[in-house]
Nanobody, 124 residues
């Protein structure tokens, strides 16, 4: 079973950037697809990005396409989410999740392990 810990959240001005990290332990990290999701108060959880086991394939939600970039370093058991051109609509708690499926997926139902989340707040 893998444990996930997110870090890197905080307060940033609109137009700024943040990089989130998701550190994994307790499992064979390279065997998991990893995704990022976010949830704002009063809203449903939203898919942000996902990356395949090898890192060769990435997927993004429509609202972050072109602004966010997901990557992974399997040697460090870590996945990153680089977030650029942030705006107030990006304010949310961000969660990383790991899936035992062999291919990346955008559905949160396909993810088996979740971190505790890190808050991102974008001020306008």
């Amino acid at each position: 079973q893998v444990q996930l810990v997110e870090s890197g959240g905080g307060l940033v001005q609109a137009g700024g950037s943040l990089r989130l990290s998701c550190a994994a332990s307790g499992g064979t990290f390279r065997m998991y697809v990893v995704g990022w999701f976010r949830q704002a108060p009063g809203k449903e959880r939203e898919f942000v990005a996902a990356i395949s086991r090898s890192g060769g394939s990435t997927y993004y939600g429509d609202s972050v396409e072109g602004r966010f970039a997901i990557s992974r370093d399997n040697a460090k058991n870590t996945v990153y989410l680089q977030m650029n051109s942030l705006n107030s609509e990006d304010t949310a708690a961000y969660y990383c999740a790991a899936s035992r499926l062999s291919t990346a997926t955008i559905s949160d139902r396909d993810y088996h392990y979740w971190g505790q989340g890190t808050q991102v707040t974008v001020s306008s």
